[in-house]
């Protein structure tokens, strides 16, 4: 059963900081190399490119975009990462609004501690 480690909060932190650098490449590295990412019970994104793809459609809508660590806890054999995302729609075609909504991921770990699978969760009528 994992734990909070400072590893593991070493992992969530550069995590977090990865979303808000405008580098999607740099969210897939966390990632295992077959690792996968599902935002709302959609399809999953498998690999580290696809991951990079889901990562980039929100950081071209939100150029401006923020996301920041709001815990981190245990659950069972997952880590629940809670997350906040703020930013402007104003990437091609936006609304120019703001957005700030919370969600949080499940993750699975892989054994070198990098995300072997993710399902992420927010609220799609806020965002």
């Known amino acids: 059963m994992p734990e909070i480690t400072n590893q593991l909060r070493s992992l969530a932190e550069g995590y977090t900081n990865a979303w808000s650098s405008q580098d999607a490449a740099s969210v897939a590295s966390f990632y295992a190399p077959d690792g996968s990412l599902t935002i709302n019970d959609g399809p999953p994104a498998v690999g580290r490119a696809a991951i990079a793809?889901?990562?980039?459609?929100?950081?071209?809508?939100?150029?401006?975009?923020?996301?920041?660590?709001?815990?981190?806890?245990?659950?069972?054999?997952?880590?629940?990462?809670?997350?906040?995302?703020?930013?402007?729609?104003?990437?091609?075609?936006?609304?120019?609004?703001?957005?700030?909504?919370?969600?949080?991921?499940?993750?699975?770990?892989?054994?070198?501690?990098?995300?072997?699978?993710?399902?992420?969760?927010?609220?799609?009528?806020?965002?």
């Open 53 to 127: 793809q889901a990562a980039l459609g929100f950081m071209t809508s939100f150029p401006d975009m923020k996301v920041f660590m709001d815990d981190l806890t245990i659950d069972g054999d997952f880590v629940i990462y809670y997350w906040t995302f703020q930013g402007t729609n104003t990437g091609p075609g936006g609304t120019g609004k703001k957005v700030l909504f919370s969600g949080f991921e499940k993750w699975r770990l892989a054994a070198d501690g990098q995300i072997a699978e993710s399902k992420g969760q927010f609220d799609t009528a806020v965002y």
